[in-house]
């Protein structure tokens, strides 16, 4: 059983930057896909961004691309979200999630393919 555990959230001006991270335990970090959904009041649970086992491969969603990146660090079991030039339509509930597999952008950009999940971490975005 993974136990991620978000942290870095925060309140930010709108322009500012903050740096998310997750921490896992539990199980063997570097076989897990690692992905960042977040869920705004009101809405749906959106896909943000996923990074494969390695590193290599990533894929983000077209309203945070270019702004938004993600990376791991597996020796130390965590994965990161540097969020950059934040907007008040990036306020939400960020989760990070684990899957033990890693597919095309159809695939990973549904919740479902996540087996594990963390409790988020609030980030709101002041204009």
């Known amino acids: 059983q993974v136990q991620l555990v978000e942290s870095g959230g925060g309140l930010v001006q709108t322009g500012g930057s903050l740096r998310l991270s997750c921490a896992a335990s539990g199980g063997t970090f570097s076989s897990y896909a690692m992905g960042w959904f977040r869920q705004a009041p009101g809405k749906e649970r959106e896909f943000v961004t996923v990074i494969s086992w390695s590193g290599i491969r990533t894929y983000y969603a077209d309203s945070v691309k270019g702004r938004f990146t993600i990376s791991r660090d597996n020796a130390n079991n965590t994965v990161y979200l540097q969020m950059n030039s934040l907007k008040p339509e990036d306020t939400a509930v960020y989760y990070c999630?684990?899957?033990?597999?890693?597919?095309?952008?159809?695939?990973?950009?549904?919740?479902?393919?996540?087996?594990?999940w963390g409790q988020g971490t609030q980030v709101t975005v002041s204009s």
């Open positions: 999630a684990a899957a033990v597999s890693f597919g095309d952008i159809a695939t990973m950009r549904w919740g479902p393919a996540y087996e594990y």
